[in-house]
């Protein structure tokens, strides 16, 4: 029974690692694809998230590195342990990082970027700036939100508002 949960729960892990995965390839093809459409789009993040970024980024590579060395370690050597940890490993960073890959702002001088959506400044509508870290806006008829800790607010707003 224990084997038969062990298995379930491997595979579960391993189509969250798959899509999670693609969903983060996805949105970085988006951003070079956006990125040859308008030169002009760039980063939009302070100091702090720079270096968050920076930091996630290069945990996330070596953390889904160590996790399938450790999957494909546990499986040469018939060991479930390593098999697991490592999948847990490259699973957990992979849904982390794919949710603040998708938080990234890119501003621009026509067009703001969030995470795959490419948004047209001219057609935003109700922009608020809330104190809870977070931007409100409605486009297309639509209600969006976005978190605004790592982003440089100040160069949001000035592009925002032109």
């Known amino acids: 029974m224990q084997e038969i949960f062990s298995l379930v729960l491997s595979f579960v892990l391993i189509i969250i690692f798959l899509w999670f995965t693609y969903s983060i390839a996805n949105i970085i093809v988006t951003f070079f694809r956006c990125r040859k459409q308008d030169h002009s789009l ?19 590579l070596i953390a889904v590195m160590g996790g399938i060395i450790a999957v494909i370690y546990g499986i040469i050597t018939s060991r479930s342990s390593f098999f697991h940890n490592g999948l847990n490993a490259a699973a ?5 990082y794919a949710y603040f890959l998708s938080t990234i702002v890119l501003v621009g001088r026509k067009n703001l970027m969030v995470g795959r959506m490419l948004i047209d400044y001219r057609k935003l509508k109700k922009v608020n700036f809330t104190y809870n870290n977070k931007v409100t806006f409605v486009y297309a008829q639509k209600d969006y939100s ?16 032109r």
């Open 146 to 161: 976005f978190p605004t800790r790592f982003v440089d607010k100040t160069k949001l707003r000035k592009m925002i508002s």
């Open 92 to 96: 957990l960073l992979t849904v982390v």
């Open 42 to 60: 760039q980063l939009c993040l302070n100091t702090g998230g720079l270096i968050f970024y920076v930091i996630l980024t290069i945990i996330y």
